[in-house]
């Protein structure tokens, strides 16, 4: 996979921790693993 863009957010100090424990929890994937996950659950987009 050839990763093209960029997205730096900034969350809560709560949704840090939220994040993070729900990651290490999922045999150690990376935050940006989960978000990556998140992303390709939605529906496609028909523009």
């Known amino acids: 996979m050839s990763m093209e ?3 730096n ?3 809560t100090d709560e949704e840090w921790d939220k994040l993070k424990a ?4 999922k ?3 990376s935050m ?4 990556r996950f ?3 659950s939605l ?3 028909d523009r």
């Open 5 to 7: 863009k960029r997205l």
């Open 9 to 11: 957010i900034r969350v």
């Open 22 to 25: 729900y990651a290490d929890k």
């Open 27 to 29: 045999k150690g994937l």
């Open 32 to 35: 940006a693993e989960v978000i």
């Open 38 to 40: 998140y992303i390709n």
């Open 43 to 45: 529906p496609s987009s």
